[in-house]
Nanobody
Framework: QVQLVESGGGLVQAGGSLRLSCAAS????????MGWFRRTPGQEREFVAG????????NYADDVKGRFTISRDNAKNTVSLQMSRLTPEDTAVYYC??????????????????WGQGNQFTVSS
């Protein structure tokens, strides 16, 4: 069974950059559309970015567009989220997710059936 493990969280100052990674074990990420979501306390989980199986299609939430870049390395079974110009509003638990039922890069978390455990990072002002 495929498992997803996020890494790279921590504390970063506003305006800084951070890279989150998601490693898959027990399977091949190339069979999945991959996404990053985030959740802050008291808020609904929200879509951040998604990438198609071979990286040719990417989808970003409006508030991260131009600041965040999602990428994948199917040979290494990893997906990454490079984040820059971070603001305190980006503070959240970030989740890596996988979707296998189609090639569409969905923004709906309900379409993703596999999730990592979550990785917290905080942006200080």
């Amino acid at each position: 069974q495929v498992q997803l493990v996020e890494s790279g969280g921590g504390l970063v100052q506003a305006g800084g950059s951070l890279r989150l990674s998601c490693a898959a074990s027990g399977g091949t990420v190339s069979t999945f559309v991959m996404g990053w979501f985030r959740r802050t306390p008291g808020q609904e989980r929200e879509f951040v970015a998604g990438i198609s199986r071979f990286g040719n299609s990417k989808n970003y939430a409006d508030d991260v567009k131009g600041r965040f870049t999602i990428s994948r390395d199917n040979a290494k079974n990893t997906v990454s989220l490079q984040m820059s110009r971070l603001t305190p509003e980006d503070t959240a638990v970030y989740y890596c997710a996988a979707k296998s039922d189609s090639c569409y890069v969905s923004r709906d978390g309900k379409e993703y059936g596999l999730w990592g455990q979550g990785n917290q990072f905080t942006v200080s002002s």
